[in-house]
């Protein structure tokens, strides 16, 4: 992988986003943390330099990203077409995409904090260091209380395909449950401005997709050019997006979903 390439990190994958944008190559991006939306080339949406490079551990987190988003995009690219239906290989690159995507949604407001920490070595030493944000991805992925697709057996689930109009952010894996504390029983994510790719059990009723996604997104929120608000949306270096005025940033989008 070029150096370049790792600098300019997209947080949502350019190969995902691409299919929300215009003949110019151009999408809808609200910065919730600069609170304000823009008009952006694919090439420069969601970029954050060196985003997925560890500052203490030495693991590859972008290299790992990248066999993941490569093998995911395949699957996607497979759920757009006239026929969904993946193979045993194409559903779990699906899921581990979706995993990479939930992941790095938890952590799209924190590229810019280091954490202090204590570093006990090998040789019995200690040093001060600070975790940037690659180095508590990496860290978290031993978390026993967070959520893996993949231990969650969707491969046996039922997937299909529904329609709409969709937004997409960095909290576009949307994980439903029956009831609080259950366990989660539906998991939705749109593939495409045009399509959402729905696996387990079905809607029980109108749901407000669009609306959810802004809500659970911590930074970035995509869309077709004129889905967005642009401009200032609040005051600069507030850290979110307020819930309560999340539909005012969605200019024409307001899509539900249901299926019985």
Same mark, same amino acid.
């Given at each position: 992988?070029?150096?370049?390439? /790792?600098?300019?990190?997209?947080?949502?994958?350019?190969?995902?986003?691409?299919?929300?944008?215009?003949?110019?190559?151009?999408?809808?991006?609200?910065?919730?943390?600069?609170?304000?939306?823009?008009?952006?080339?694919?090439?420069?949406?969601?970029?954050?330099?060196?985003?997925?490079?560890?500052?203490?551990?030495?693991?590859?987190?972008?290299?790992?990203?990248?066999?993941?988003?490569?093998?995911?995009?395949?699957?996607?690219?497979?759920?757009?077409?006239?026929?969904?239906?993946?193979? !045993?290989? !194409?559903?779990?690159?699906?899921?581990?995409?979706?995993? /990479?995507?939930?992941?790095?949604?938890?952590? !799209?407001?924190?590229?810019?904090?280091?954490?202090?920490? @204590?570093?006990?070595?090998?040789?019995?030493?200690?040093?001060? /260091?600070?975790?940037?944000?690659?180095?508590?991805?990496?860290?978290?992925?031993?978390?026993?209380?967070?959520?893996?697709?993949?231990?969650?057996?969707?491969? +046996?689930?039922?997937?299909?395909?529904?329609?709409?109009?969709?937004?997409?952010?960095?909290?576009? @894996?949307?994980?439903?449950?029956?009831?609080?504390?259950?366990?989660?029983?539906?998991?939705?994510?749109?593939?495409?401005?045009?399509?959402?790719?729905?696996?387990?059990?079905?809607?029980?009723?109108? /749901?407000?997709?669009?609306?959810?996604?802004? +809500?659970?997104?911590?930074?970035?929120?995509?869309?077709?050019?004129?889905?967005?608000?642009?401009?200032?949306?609040?005051?600069?270096? +507030?850290?979110?997006?307020?819930?309560?005025? @999340?539909?005012?940033?969605?200019?024409?989008?307001?899509?539900?979903?249901?299926?019985?």
């Amino acid at each position: 992988m070029a150096r370049d390439e /790792v600098r300019r990190a997209h947080m949502l994958t350019k190969g995902y986003i691409r299919a929300w944008a215009d003949e110019r190559n151009r999408v809808d991006v609200i910065d919730m943390i600069r609170n304000r939306g823009y008009l952006s080339s694919v090439n420069n949406a969601t970029v954050r330099s060196y985003a997925y490079e560890p500052n203490v551990l030495s693991h590859d987190l972008e290299q790992d990203y990248s066999i993941v988003e490569s093998q995911g995009i395949q699957a996607i690219s497979k759920l757009r077409g006239a026929d969904p239906t993946l193979d !045993a290989d !194409a559903v779990a690159a699906m899921i581990s995409y979706l995993d /990479v995507h939930l992941d790095r949604g938890r952590y !799209a407001d924190q590229t810019e904090i280091r954490t202090p920490a @204590v570093l006990l070595k090998t040789d019995r030493t200690i040093q001060d /260091v600070e975790f940037n944000v690659a180095d508590r991805l990496l860290l978290s992925q031993s978390m026993k209380d967070v959520v893996r697709l993949k231990a969650l057996g969707l491969e +046996s689930w039922e997937w299909r395909i529904l329609p709409g109009e969709f937004v997409t952010g960095d909290g576009a @894996v949307l994980l439903f449950r029956e009831a609080e504390g259950a366990d989660v029983c539906t998991v939705a994510f749109p593939v495409s401005p045009t399509q959402l790719v729905l696996i387990g059990k079905p809607f029980e009723g109108p /749901v407000p997709l669009n609306p959810l996604i802004a +809500s659970k997104s911590r930074r970035w929120l995509v869309g077709r050019p004129g889905s967005l608000r642009r401009g200032v949306l609040g005051p600069i270096d +507030s850290t979110i997006v307020p819930v309560d005025d @999340v539909e005012s940033i969605l200019t024409d989008v307001r899509e539900t979903a249901s299926e019985g």
